[in-house]
């Protein structure tokens, strides 16, 4: 397989998003935290780049995504966005940087303009609205990650699937809808049953981006580490390592493009029915 992909570029904005959602054409997206894994995933034609807080457990080695800093993330972000040239760049809000709709303006801002970042994702639910809300109408595209929020590892009592019980599940389904109107352009929806992540996809209009979650999102998200079966401890349920049969990374991040867009990814071991 090449390197290097000879196919025009047209760059992945919103707009191409909603119109893959339409066709049903699966979106792809990987996490990456510099600019050797950005042009990897660029050449295999992946359509997001997210780079996330995780890079606090798979860069930095710490337990959680809570130390990560606006600063961190920046540098981070400035190194994807270097060898960015076609995928749709998103970066994830730090903990707490995003507490009131003034900090987090000031914060995306930062995010967007000395890091290059071209949308911002930030964690919560319909608490949320406000500052998703105060983002939007300044022109700043936010993705809203719901279900499993890493960030309150604390609060949520570990990493659990999300909404097993029928109040769970329908607080899910209303924060969805609820940030969709406050102005989120793109939901990301972790660990949760697959009976919740089908109402979110039915029941609002922008893409869902899944992972453990379900097949019917629109498209699919994982961090880069764990496909390729390098996960620091124990790779969760949702994850599948496409080095197992590949023959270089390149061919791994193929595979996995490949499989999100067949629909061979997620099977049925990698979703949550209960
Ligand atoms: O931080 C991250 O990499 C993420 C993904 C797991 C979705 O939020």
Same mark, same amino acid.
């Given at each position: 397989m090449s390197t290097y992909s000879d196919k025009p570029l047209t760059a992945v904005t919103l707009n191409t998003l909603a119109k893959m959602k339409k066709s049903g054409e699966k979106i792809a997206c990987l996490t990456a935290y510099d600019a050797t894994f950005t042009a990897v995933l660029e050449a295999a034609d992946i359509e997001v780049i997210l780079v996330g807080d995780s890079l606090g457990m798979v860069i930095q080695g710490v337990a959680t995504t809570?130390?990560?800093?606006?600063?961190?993330?920046?540098y981070h972000c400035r190194c994807v966005a270097r060898?960015?040239?076609?995928?749709?760049?998103?970066?994830?809000?730090?903990?707490?940087?995003? !507490? /009131?709709? #003034?900090?987090?303006?000031e914060n995306a801002a930062r995010l967007m303009k000395e890091g290059g970042a071209q949308m911002v994702k930030l964690e919560g639910g319909g608490d949320q609205s406000e500052v998703v809300r105060a983002l939007a109408r300044n022109g700043i595209p936010v993705c809203a990650h719901l279900g499993l929020r890493p960030q309150s590892f604390y609060k949520m009592g570990g990493y659990r699937v999300q909404g097993r019980d029928a109040a769970a599940a329908q607080s899910i389904v209303d924060d969805a809808q609820a940030l969709q109107l406050a102005?989120?352009?793109?939901?990301?929806?972790?660990?949760?049953t697959t009976a919740v992540a089908e109402t979110v996809v039915a029941t609002?209009?922008?893409?869902?981006?899944?992972?453990?979650?379900? !097949? /019917?999102? #629109?498209?699919?998200v994982l961090v880069l580490h764990d496909i390729l079966g390098i996960t620091p401890g124990k790779r969760p349920r949702f994850c599948k390592d496409f080095m197992l049969g590949a023959d270089s990374i390149q061919g791994a991040v193929e595979r996995y493009v490949a499989a999100v867009k067949s629909g061979a990814f997620p099977a049925a071991e990698h979703t949550f029915c209960t």
């Open positions: 809570l130390p990560v800093t606006v600063d961190e993330m920046i060898a960015r040239k076609r995928a749709l760049l998103i970066a994830d809000m730090p903990f707490m940087s995003y !507490s /009131s709709p #003034a900090q987090a303006l102005g989120a352009d793109l939901l990301l929806l972790e660990c949760v609002t209009e922008v893409p869902v981006i899944g992972i453990g979650a379900a !097949s /019917s999102c #629109a498209g699919q």
